[in-house]
Structure formats: structure tokens, C-alpha cells
């Protein structure tokens, strides 16, 4: 006798396909059994999943004719209704048949197939990194843009638009290995303000400043290599308003893509976008993340604008403050949609906090027990992220509370007050009584 196994193979399959598994055979022998198992851990592990055993089931009985040989086929299915990433992997089809001479001796044979099991990511967002941060006029700063995607098998295609057209950036190199850090290395760090430069540094252009990365010729197109495209302007000219630095007409851009392995068998991918920000030509700049993936129909994408802060709303409970009562003072949002996260700093004009300190950071002031001497102190809140700054102002005004008793200097004269009256009373009888 003789048994010829082979299975089908299989395209890859998406999260909730139904799957057929089929297992063809071809044998002159006489049905014994027919096993499907799912193949684990590296082979170690194999799971029955479909059992046929002929000597309990009569469908085959009648199927073969020993007295004349000829070939017969058989297949034998398995169908997942609905696979899961879990479903991902080896399947192997094992056939016995009885051999035709012995009747007692089986002969076995096998097939495999691999199940791909795909998903398409679940979800996508951008954030910025290392927010909340300050602005600066004078410093050129490197800002980085990260696109988180999530649930994806395998990994997800990443790339970034500016207002809708496809950004070419420079590929970065994967940081090293247990790094445990998703952000790319802060490219620069470098003051351009040509006041706080000496002329003799500026004008040679020493070397050794604004390198990145530790080698000795960092990347280009960063603020660091702007020197040899930096107009030269003098120094009578710039005003210390504006930015110090010249850029170039277009922006150069700087992109990472990593990924790792999740426990449930999808990956998390990350891509990072940097480059030297221009608050004057990034402000309400559109920024995108798409994601093409073999299981999506068409690519995912999530979406921010680059805003400066403008127009902070403060409100302040109680409304009517009294003395003795905890003042809270918050900043409730913005006349605009801010993107990145603002920093916010408060500071007490023309004096230190109610705690001593010079600022507090963070959305909201709290003033514990405000004394009668803050009446009419003014606060200033600065919320800024890395594109502007905007400053706003609001005044605590501190009213009398009727339950706190006056002190004891108001209460001695409230005292010495009514025994001057008593006293010019008795005098006054006196006076009547010897007249009389």
C-alpha cells in the first residue's frame, strides 16, 4: 500500500476570517485514521484539534473495493469560523491507512501548513515628546513629533505628512538594545543668540559646537550645520524681539521606526519625527501619522496642528473670597485648541507666593488661609509650550469674614471705648445730684 499526504497552502487570513484547513490524500490502502493537530512552542507541543477514527465510524466502509486495486482520494477539512491571533501558527494533517498485504500493519503519513493570522492595528495617536516645554526667542530647539500604533500584526507601515503632502526625512538609526527609551536622543542643544557668542567664536566658527550624537560630523541640517547657509547679519540690525537664527526655506526632517513584540502576539510600532522647529512658519503647521497595513483597505491616520497657547481662561473659587478662605485659581483651557501640551508658571506681581516661593508650575494655584493683606494682589499666570508664550493677569480680591473676631488690639480699643463712656456717665450723675 501506499499514502501521498499534502495540505492547501493559505494565504494570510485577517482577525475573524473564517478558515478552512484542508488535507488531501491518496492511498490504495484502507482507512485506519486521520489526525489534525496544532503544532506550539517551537514544535515541542502539539494539540489534537479533529479526530476521524474508522473503526467506530461506518461513512468509509463501503468507499474501498480490495479485490481490484485502484487509486483513491480522499480530504479531510477543519474550519475555524472565526480566527484569533492566538490561531496563529503550524497545523499538521497525520493519516494512517492499513497496509493492503499485512492488514494488520499501518502506514502513516503526514502534511503541514502555516496559518498566518494578521490584525490590523487598533489604534493611533501622535503626541509630542518631552512636553510640557518652554519657549524661547533666542534658542533654536529641536522638536520631535511620536506616532504611537498599537494591536497591529505584523508591523505597521509609519510615515508623516505636513498639511497633506508626504514629508522625505533622513532615516535615523535604531537606538541600541534595552535603551528603554522611545525618543530619539535630543539632537541639540545650542544657545544661536550671537550676543552671548564672542565675536571671534562666531565670526571662525569654532569647532565642536552644536555636534550631535557624539560624532564628529553630526547630521546634517540641523541648527547645528545652519552656520554655513546663516546669513551674517550685523549686529545693529537684528532685534532681540525675534528669533536670532536664520533657517533655511525648507525644514530638514529626521525619522525613526521602531517596533516590539507584544505579549497577545501583536507589535507596537513607534515612529519619531524631528527637526529644528521655526515657531514662526510651524505655528498652526498640520501634522499627520498614516499607517498602511496588509489588513486595512485603506490607512489609518491620526492628526494634530502645531498652536501656540492664546487666551488662557482663569476662573477663582470662591468667587467671593473672605479671609481665612482657601482661594483656588485655575486655568480652565484656551481660546484655541493648544498642541503641544502648555507649560504654566505663576508667578505674584511685585512680590513672592503666599508660601514664600517666587513660582508655582501646573494648572492651578491654591492659596491656603488668604490673610487680609493679600486684598487686592495680582497674579500672573504664563502658559507656554514650544511655539509661544502668553501671559495673563487676574486679582484677588479679599472681603472681611464676619465669623474670624477683629484682634486684640480692635477689641482693647473696643473695651477702653466703653469704660471712657461709662465714666462720663457717672460724672455727669454726680454733677446732677449736687445741683440738686
Given amino acids: 500500500a501506499y499514502l501521498t499526504v499534502s495540505i492547501e497552502p ?5 482577525v475573524g476570517d473564517a478558515v478552512t484547513l484542508k488535507c488531501n490524500f491518496k492511498t490504495d490502502g484502507k482507512m485506519r485514521e486521520i489526525v489534525w493537530y496544532r503544532v506550539t512552542d517551537g514544535g515541542t507541543i502539539k494539540q489534537k484539534i479533529f479526530t476521524f477514527d474508522a473503526m467506530f465510524s461506518t461513512n468509509f466502509s463501503q468507499m474501498e473495493n480490495y479485490r481490484k486495486r485502484e487509486d483513491l ?21 497525520h493519516v494512517g491507512i492499513y497496509d493492503r498485504a499485512t492488514r494488520e500493519k499501518v502506514v502513516l503519513a503526514s502534511g503541514n501548513v502555516f496559518l498566518n493570522v494578521m490584525a490590523p492595528p487598533t489604534s493611533i495617536s501622535v503626541l509630542a515628546a518631552d512636553t510640557p516645554a518652554p519657549f524661547s526667542r533666542y534658542q533654536a530647539q529641536n522638536f520631535t513629533l511620536v506616532c504611537v500604533v498599537s494591536g497591529g500584526k505584523p508591523a505597521p507601515l509609519v510615515y508623516f505628512k505636513r498639511d497633506g503632502e508626504p514629508i522625505e526625512a533622513t532615516p535615523l538609526p535604531e537606538p541600541p538594545a534595552g535603551s528603554g527609551s522611545w525618543a530619539p536622543r535630543n539632537l541639540l542643544h545650542r544657545d544661536l543668540d550671537d550676543t552671548k557668542v564672542p565675536k571671534s567664536l562666531a565670526a571662525e566658527g569654532q569647532p565642536g559646537l552644536g555636534q550631535a550624537f557624539g560624532t564628529a560630523e553630526p547630521p546634517r541640517g ?32 529626521y525619522f525613526r521606526h521602531t517596533h516590539a513584540p507584544v505579549s497577545d502576539g501583536t507589535v507596537e510600532a513607534r515612529a519619531t519625527l524631528t527637526w529644528t522647529l521655526n515657531p514662526q512658519i510651524d505655528n498652526e503647521a498640520l501634522f499627520s501619522c498614516e499607517v498602511k497595513h496588509p489588513a486595512l483597505s485603506m490607512p489609518m491616520q491620526s492628526e494634530v496642528t502645531l498652536v501656540a497657547p492664546k487666551g488662557p481662561k482663569i ?38 507666593l503666599l508660601d514664600g516661593s ?18 487686592g494682589s495680582m497674579y500672573r499666570c504664563t502658559a507656554q509650550n514650544p511655539l509661544g508664550s502668553t501671559d495673563t493677569h487676574t486679582r484677588l480680591i479679599v472681603f472681611e469674614n464676619p465669623n474670624i473676631p477683629r484682634g486684640p488690639e480692635d477689641s482693647n480699643g473696643s473695651l477702653t471705648g466703653h469704660c471712657g463712656f461709662r465714666l462720663v456717665l457717672a460724672l455727669t450723675l454726680t454733677v446732677i445730684l449736687e445741683l440738686t
Fill in 358 to 375: 517666587a513660582e508655582h508650575d501646573g494648572k492651578e494655584l491654591v492659596l491656603e488661609r488668604v490673610p487680609a493683606e493679600l486684598n
Fill in 222 to 253: 540641523l541648527a547645528a550645520e545652519r552656520d554655513p547657509v546663516t546669513e551674517a547679519i550685523p549686529e545693529t540690525v537684528v532685534s532681540r524681539e525675534f528669533p536670532r537664527w536664520v533657517h533655511v526655506a525648507e525644514p530638514i526632517y
Fill in 10 to 14: 493559505l494565504p494570510p487570513v485577517v
Fill in 315 to 352: 476662573t477663582m473659587t470662591p468667587t467671593r473670597a473672605r479671609v481665612g478662605d482657601t482661594v483656588r485659581i485655575l486655568v480652565q483651557g484656551f481660546q484655541n485648541e493648544v498642541f503641544p501640551e502648555p507649560l504654566f508658571t505663576w508667578t505674584r506681581v511685585g512680590s513672592r
Fill in 73 to 93: 482520494v480522499y480530504q479531510s477539512t477543519v474550519r475555524l469560523p472565526e480566527v484569533r491571533i492566538s490561531d496563529n501558527g503550524p497545523y499538521e494533517c
